[in-house]
C-alpha cells in the first residue's frame, strides 16, 4: 500500500510518496523527470544495495543514469565532499535540465540538495531517502547544506525538490543504531505538536523497533504530514518551522564538540531533546514526570538520554556559532507542556548552565534532575 | 544628482540608487540595514580606496561593520576564496540578520552575493558595485556564482540584493581598460532591445571613455533600466533574459580557453559579440554593413574585435559545457536585426565553423568576413 502527501507551496509543491517497493515503481519516476537523463548521487554504502535496482526501474522508462559515488558519513559532509559531485556532473556534462537523485540517508540529500541548488544555479531534484531519519525529516522541507568546521549546516540554501520517494523497504538494511537515531526526530513531532501522535508512540515503540511494515509506514506518513504541514506554513523559518528545532541547538553542540560522525544526529537530538527538556522544568513548564516521561520513551527506543561531558564554556562556545542566534541572545526552542513547543529567547543563564551541568554528569540526567531539583 | 529605479519582483523588489557621491549618503543605507553591524567584502585594490569611506558613513548610523579583504581579480573567484568569506563570517559570528555588503567589481559582487544566498541559508545582501561592468551588469539581477576548472559561473545561485547603489565617483580610479570591458555591456543593451540608446552611444562614445560624469550616469542609468525589465519580466531565465547573454557562449569560451582572468569579462563579451554577429550574418539575418558598424563601435571603445585562436574543438569543447545547452544542442543569443536579438537552438554546425575559422584569424575578422561573403 501506498500512501500519498502533499507539501505545499504554491508552484514549488511536491508529492510525497511512502510505501513498500517503491524503487521499483517506474510510474512514480517518469512522472517528474521530464527528459532521458539523470544523475544518481549516493555512497557506498548504499550504492551495492539499492543502485542497481533504482537504475533498472529508470531504464523501463528509457531514463539513463550517471552515477556519482561518494564516501560514507557525516564527517564527508564538506565542501571537498560537494566538489565531487560538481565534479561529476561537469564531467558527465549534466544540464540545466537534468535531474539529480539522492539515494541515501540524510547526508547524501542535504549535500546533493545542495549541489542542486547551486550547479549551474539551480535543477531539479529528487529525494530517495533510505533511513528512518531522512525518510521522516530532512529529506522533507528543503533544508540543504554542509557542515562547516566553525558549525553543522553553516553552510546551504532552502531548495525543495520535485518528489520525495520514501521506500519503507530500504528499512530492513537499515542498522539498529541507525533505526533508533531515525526515531529520535519521529518523538520529535509528537513531543512538539502531536500528542496523540507521541501516545501512539509509547504503545508502538516495540513494533518499530522490530521494523513492523505496517508501523514503520504509519510512523513515517504521520511524521512526515506533521513536518509538511509546519513547511507550508513557515517555509524559511521565520516562525513556527523553527519548533521543529527541538533539541538541535544542545544536539548539534554535541555533534560538533565530539566531532562530525560520532554522534549520529539522532542520537545527538535525543540527548539534546533531554536537555531542553530539562530546561523546560526549570524554566517551570514541565514536571519532572514529564521529563521521565521523555527520558523514558528515549531510553526504550535506545537512545542515548545523557549528553558528553564537553564542559560549560564549550557548549556556550558551539551555541553561540548556531545559526538560532539572534541578536547575540540565545534562543531554544523548548516544551511548554508535553506536546506543546514555543521558541523562547530569555532564558536566564544561570538556568541554562544548571542544565548543562546536570545533563552531562556521569550519573546520568535522571538522577541529578531528581537530586537538584530538591 | 541620484536617479532611482526599481527592480519589480513582487516582495523581493529592490532599489538601484545612482549618481555621484553615493558612498557618504548615510540614509540610503540607513533603509536597507536593520541592525548595528554588517560585514564588507570587498578586495585588496578597492579596500584603500573606498572601504575607510564606506565604513565612516556606516558609523554615522551606528553600525559597526566587519572587513573581509579578498585578492583580487577573476582568477580567484573559486571556492577556495568563497571558503575565506565563510571563514571570515563565522569567526566574526556574523548571523542570519548580518547584511553582507558586495564593495567592488563584478567578482566581489558575484562571489559575495553567493556566499550570502549560502551563509546559514541565506543572509541579506547589498551591492556597491565600483567597477561600470558591475554598475550596468551584474550587481543587478541576482546571478551569483563562482567558477569551476571546468567553466565559467558553473556554481551558483539567483539570489537579489537587497539594494544597489553605483556610485559614478568610484568610476574614475577605474583603469582605461576596465572602463572600456564595461562599455562592452553598455553597448550589448544597444545591441539586443534599445536602438535608441546604441545610437546615443554612437554619439557619445568618446563622452563615456573621457568620463563625463553626465554621459557616464545615463549610461548606467539607461542600462540598469534594461536589465531591471528584463529581470523582472524572467528573472529565472527560462525566456527573454537568455537574451542579455549576447556574444557570452562565445566569450566564456575565450575567457576559459586564456585562462581566467587574462581576458577581462566584456573583453571576452565584445569578441564575442562580434562573432555572434558574424554567425548573424551567415544566418542571412543582419548585413555585413551592420556587422561592420557594431564593430566599429566596439573599436572606437577600445574593445577588442578579433577572438584568439584556441582552434575550433576547443571551442565547440568550451561551448558544449556552457549553461546554455539544452538538450545536447548548442543554443545562441543572435541578432536578427541590430537592436533586436533572438534565442537560436538550430545553428547548422558548419555556419559555426565558419564564424569560428573566420573570426579567430590573424588577419581579423573584419578582412575575413568580407572576403568570405563573396
Known amino acids: 500500500m501506498m500512501q500519498t502527501l502533499t507539501v505545499g507551496l504554491s508552484d514549488r509543491s511536491y508529492p510525497i510518496h511512502i510505501g513498500t517497493g517503491l524503487l521499483s515503481n517506474a510510474a512514480l519516476l517518469a512522472a517528474s523527470i521530464p527528459r532521458k537523463r539523470v544523475a544518481i548521487v549516493t555512497n557506498t554504502t548504499i550504492a551495492p544495495l539499492y543502485l542497481s535496482q533504482l537504475q533498472a526501474t529508470l531504464r523501463e522508462i528509457g531514463v539513463q543514469s550517471v552515477e556519482i559515488i561518494l564516501p560514507d558519513g557525516e564527517v564527508y559532509k564538506t565542501g571537498e565532499t560537494l566538489n565531487l559531485i560538481y565534479d561529476g556532473l561537469l564531467t558527465h556534462r549534466c544540464e540545466r535540465t537534468t535531474p539529480l537523485i539522492a539515494l541515501g540517508g540524510g547526508v547524501i540529500g542535504d549535500m546533493t540538495g545542495f549541489a542542486a541548488a547551486s550547479f549551474l544555479r539551480g535543477v531539479p531534484f529528487i529525494q530517495i531517502p533510505t533511513t528512518l531519519l ?146 523546560s522544568q526549570r524554566m517551570g513548564w514541565i514536571s519532572t514526570d514529564d521529563v521521565l516521561r521523555i527520558r523514558d520513551l528515549f531510553l526504550r527506543a535506545n537512545l542515548p538520554v545523557v549528553s558528553p561531558d564537553l564542559g560549560i564554556d564549550r557548549y556556550l562556545d558551539y551555541m553561540g556559532l548556531d545559526k538560532k542566534v539572534e541578536g547575540g541572545k540565545l534562543r531554544f526552542v523548548l516544551l511548554k507542556q508535553v506536546g506543546v513547543a514555543a521558541l523562547v529567547s530569555d532564558v536566564p543563564l544561570a538556568l541554562l548552565q544548571q542544565t548543562l551541568v ?17
Open 134 to 279: 531522512s525518510q521522516v525529516d530532512s529529506s522533507v522541507g528543503g533544508k540543504t547544506g554542509i557542515n562547516h568546521p566553525l558549525g553543522k549546516n553553516m553552510i546551504g540554501a532552502f531548495y525543495q525538490p520535485k518528489l520525495v520517494l520514501a521506500d519503507i523497504s530500504t528499512l530492513n538494511t537499515l542498522s539498529d543504531k541507525e533505526l533508533s537515531a531515525g526515531l529520535a526526530e519521529v518523538i520529535k513531532y509528537g513531543l512538539i505538536r502531536d500528542l496523540p501522535f507521541l501516545e501512539w508512540l509509547e504503545r508502538n515503540i516495540e513494533k518499530l523497533l522490530a521494523r513492523d511494515t505496517e508501523a514503520l509506514q504509519y510512523a513515517v506518513m504521520r511524521s512526515c504530514q506533521n513536518k509538511a504541514e509546519v513547511v507550508a506554513a513557515d517555509e524559511r523559518e521565520s516562525g513556527e518551522r523553527a519548533l521543529l528545532n527541538l533539541g538541535h541547538t544542545f544536539g548539534h553542540a554535541i555533534e560538533s564538540g565530539m566531532g562530525y560522525g560520532n554522534w549520529l544526529h539522532g542520537e545527538g537530538v535525543a540527548a539534546g531533546t533531554m536537555m531542553a527538556a530539562d530546561l
Open 358 to 374: 546536570a545533563c552531562c554528569s556521569k550519573g546520568g540526567p535522571g538522577t541529578n534532575w531528581l537530586h537538584e531539583d530538591k
